[in-house]
């Protein structure tokens, strides 16, 4: 097992993907970056296993403890600034319960502490870098135009002008087939 990072992953994602050497690739990712190693390694027939990214949800149903479960997933759909391949980010309730679980999910949002990663406590960090952070804010823009109701932050905080931070952001009332 060889893990490889780069500062130029292109350039290495296409060295490894195009030698014949290679027997197997394995990769976690957006799905744009998944087609192309697929693409890359048909010629030689390497195995590909693609961890990509999506749209992964938390079901959750009118018998569980909803009051105690939902603040907890919501804050940790914020862990590592939402950018985790395994952390969902999106919650179904049931429609029985569903305001009093928006009503829980706005509560933990308005106070789940974020800012400076190594400052203990904080559940939520900033984002890699400026262009991560404003492809987050164009989505949480296109959600609004979509027309689903943005409950809690959705923008850049005022009390933290340097690093690129995005606000917890709750969205309500979502089409499932929006972006």
Known sequence: LNIVTASHPAE????????PRVDVVSCTGSTAIGKHIM?????????????????????FLDDADLLKLVPAAGAGICMHGGQGCAITTRM?????????????LKVAYQNLPYGDPSVMGNIMGPLINARQRERVLG??????????????????????????FVEPTLFVDVDENAT
């Not at 989505?139 to 690129?164: D, Q, S, T």
């Open 12 to 19: 290495v994602g296409d060295q490894l993907t195009g030698d």
């Open 39 to 59: 693409r890359r390694c048909a010629d030689g027939l390497r195995r590909v296993f693609l961890e990509l990214g999506g749209k992964s949800a938390q079901i």
């Open 92 to 104: 179904l309730l049931p429609r029985s319960r569903y305001a009093e679980c928006v009503e829980a």
């Open 139 to 164: 989505y949480i823009e296109k959600g609004k135009a979509e027309g689903a109701r943005c409950l809690v932050g959705g923008g850049r905080p005022a009390k933290l002008a340097k690093g690129y």
